[in-house]
């Protein structure tokens, strides 16, 4: 990735890329105000986040962590 411009494939966000711990396979999109959400389809996880507040920006640091937590849990 190069600065803030996340890679797209098909009109969806190759979020394998953005989250390294996800797979190649991996797709979704981000939203206004930090809101985010994917499907993995190697893993069969799916992540869909929205805040109450704005964030500054448009990710929210959050998602980062959250999805990590994800992963660890259904690896086991």
Do not use: Q, W
């Not at 979020?15 to 985010?36: C, M, Q, T, Y």
């Amino acid at each position: 990735m190069r600065g803030d411009r996340a890679p797209y494939l098909v009109g969806f966000e190759a979020k394998g890329l953005i989250h390294p711990l996800l797979g190649a396979s991996a797709f979704g999109h981000a939203g206004a105000a930090g809101a985010d959400g994917f499907a993995d389809p190697h893993s069969g996880l799916a992540y869909g986040y929205t805040r109450r507040r704005a964030a500054f920006g448009f990710t929210a640091p959050e998602n980062e962590r959250l999805t990590a937590i994800l992963l660890r849990c259904a690896r086991g």
